[in-house]
């Protein structure tokens, strides 16, 4: 059973250049301090994710992230690097007088607490990710190209033929130059492509049909415009503003944090694999199986054991 859901106790704004950052405070104000990292980039924090966390036990931060959620502007890439979310984590801390915290995320999210943890060590009391996302060119070609070719080629034949590729290739460069089109209903097009693709990898319960509502709602305008698919495109073609193999090659840092790693067995973007060579080595680092799920936070037993971990973790 997840835990009932409760309003945030606390909202804050801090502005930091052109951004304004959002985040709330849920949960107990004396209790253990913990920062949730949502995916994406650009999806923010939402109020299913509260369900994980025992409000009584834990003071949780539910920070969106530069340009998503509720930060303003939202869709902002302008001074939007990983470098800038690992500084604005940094301020949230300070500003709360938070010595130490756990880290949790998922996915990007996942990607974000590891290089937030390389360097920021000393300010890490644990971490619980989910899907581990390295941030590299080798990951993105599995996950957009390999993946669906393997294991949803339907797929991916559909999404090349109609953005008139003709040989088959990774599709989401096609789709990120429609993101950067100057025609809004290309732009438009572009985006909902790119959600119903990803979506369609990120789940157990894909279809192969996944294309025919978005080609048939084409040119009929929209009030409100997917945000991920802009934030994604942006930190996927400057490779995450990371180094080459950047979180792999100073995994060590974090050899004194317990990390544990929740790994669905069927998970396409994020496979066993990344996790499985991430926490080689590093004797604080554990990786539990779920069966018979696929990436999704909502996939059958992912938010059962991100839960039961916390339930688990008493040190404070």
Not at 1 to 11: D, G, H, V
Not at 95 to 109: A, D, P, Q
Not at 121 to 128: L, P, Q, W
Request: glycine share 6%; proline share 4%; net charge positive.
């Amino acid at each position: 059973m997840l835990y009932s859901i409760k309003k945030s106790f606390a909202i804050h704004h801090i502005k930091q250049n052109q951004h304004t950052i959002y985040f709330e405070e849920y949960g107990n104000p004396l209790g253990i301090p913990v920062i949730f990292l949502h995916g994406g980039p650009g999806s923010g924090c939402n109020e299913a994710q509260k369900a994980i966390f025992d409000y009584k036990k834990y003071r949780v931060v539910f920070l969106d992230q530069r340009g998503s959620g509720k930060s303003t502007p939202k869709g902002e890439i302008k001074n939007n690097t990983t470098s800038k979310l690992i500084d604005d984590i940094e301020v949230v801390r300070k500003y709360l007088k938070i010595e130490r915290w756990i880290v949790v995320g998922g996915s990007w999210g996942a990607t974000l607490a590891l290089a937030y943890g390389q360097a920021h060590t000393d300010r890490v009391e644990a971490m619980i990710l989910r899907a581990v996302f390295l941030g590299t060119k080798k990951e993105i070609e599995w996950a957009f190209f390999d993946a669906p070719l393997k294991f949803r080629p339907e797929l991916i034949y559909r999404l090349n033929d109609f953005l008139n590729n003709k040989t088959l290739i990774n599709p989401i460069f096609a789709l990120g130059k429609m993101l950067e089109n100057k025609n809004e209903k290309i732009r438009v097009l572009g985006a909902d492509l790119w959600l119903a693709y990803e979506s369609n990898l990120s789940t157990i319960q894909f279809d192969y049909n996944a294309f025919n509502e978005v080609l048939s709602n084409s040119g009929k305008k929209k009030k409100i415009l997917p945000n991920t698919p802009f934030l994604e495109w942006h930190y996927i073609k400057n490779n995450f503003f990371l180094k080459p193999n950047q979180l792999i090659k100073h995994k060590k840092k974090l050899s004194n944090i317990k990390i544990s790693i929740i790994q669905s067995d069927y998970d396409l973007l994020c496979p066993p694999q990344t996790s499985f060579n991430f926490a080689s080595g590093l004797f604080n680092c554990k990786v539990i199986r779920i069966a018979s799920a696929g990436h999704y936070i909502s996939d059958p037993g992912v938010k059962e054991m991100m839960k039961q971990l916390l339930d688990e973790y008493e040190k404070i």
